[in-house]
């Protein structure tokens, strides 16, 4: 079943405790695809200039990413750079040059207009709208990404963008922001009246939890001894999310709660290395033996 996503590739640069690079790729949209492509094939959306060369598209090779969508301009690719506290726990952006991304118009192969799922990854909300309205039939499940940088600079563009969604997938701080609410619980009540029936909380290193009219889900964070760069694994979350909905073709209350699993499995991994180092490289036995870990950390009998 295919799964669209619209999103960023773009080159970050990253400091942590436990490193430094100045260049790698990165982007909501890359570290979505390749997290979902390990469930499903997934249709890319997205912008890249000229300084994307063909050993940087060698990380959407050999996975079930199509790339006809990606489009490649005269400029230089959308550059993010950040750096994290000593525990990993806060970000400070340090640069957000959109380049090719300011001049984007997103237009959808035809191919892609029949996608059944969508995810409109964190850009500008009325790119997401957009890319939706492109899509022929209106797909079974479309869910959405943003972050405070929209939040506050096109706030009634994504509120109008948020009309015509069912899952929203944030961080808390995010959640509060656009709520403003600082319980999530009554965030989750103020985000439905917005459109969206389900929202899905990142917390990073506590989890994530989903809330919709049957109740609240929570699933822990994969404790790891050494997290090294947490850069993308909302991202990866989200891929893993979707990419497990859109492959088993379900979204009942047992598909979404086994989707959180998957989606928290998939941004542990992330983590664990620098950029895509982990994510590019795993083999789907690791998730799922790791799928099987968290069934065992969250079980206790009463
Ligand atoms: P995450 O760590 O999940 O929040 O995602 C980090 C990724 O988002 C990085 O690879 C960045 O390239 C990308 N990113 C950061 N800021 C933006 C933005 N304003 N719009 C789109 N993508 C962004």
Not at 40 to 59: C, R
Not at 127 to 145: F, G, N, S, T, Y
Request: net charge positive; glycine share 8%; charged share 25%.
């Amino acid at each position: 079943m295919s799964l669209l996503v619209v999103g960023s590739v773009a080159f970050d640069g990253i400091e942590s405790p436990y490193g430094k690079v100045d260049k790698t790729i990165g982007g909501a949209a890359t570290y979505f695809a390749v997290a979902a492509s390990y469930f499903t094939h997934v249709n890319l959306v997205g912008i890249v200039g000229d300084d994307f060369s063909e050993k940087d598209a060698e990380i959407f090779r050999g996975r079930h990413i199509d790339t006809d969508g990606l489009e490649r301009a005269t400029g230089k690719s959308f550059f993010w750079a950040g750096r994290y506290s000593e525990n990993l726990n806060e970000r400070v952006t340090l640069t957000t040059e959109l380049n090719v991304f300011a001049e984007f118009k997103p237009k959808l192969p035809e191919k892609y207009k029949k996608s059944k799922y969508a995810f409109l990854a964190n850009i500008a909300p009325d790119l997401q709208r957009d890319v939706l309205h492109q899509v022929k039939e209106r797909p079974k499940l479309v869910a959405l990404d943003t972050m405070n940088y929209w939040i506050e600079r096109t706030n009634s563009e994504l509120k109008e963008t948020l009309k015509h969604i069912d899952i929203l997938v944030i961080n808390d701080s995010e959640t509060r922001e656009l709520s403003n609410e600082h319980n999530l619980l009554r965030a989750a009540k103020h985000i439905f009246k917005l459109g969206p029936s389900t929202l899905v909380v990142k917390r990073g290193e506590y989890g994530a939890m989903l809330v919709d009219k049957r109740g609240v889900f929570c699933v822990p964070a994969f404790p790891l001894e050494e997290p090294h760069d947490p850069t993308g694994a909302g991202d990866s979350f989200a891929g893993g999310f979707m990419g497990y909905l859109a492959g088993a073709r379900q979204k009942n209350d047992g598909a979404l709660r086994r989707a959180m699993v998957y989606g928290s499995v998939m941004g542990s991994f992330t983590v664990e290395k620098f950029g895509l180092d982990r994510l590019r490289h795993l083999k789907r036995s690791e998730i799922h033996a790791r799928a099987r870990h968290f069934s065992k950390l969250t079980q206790f009998k009463l």
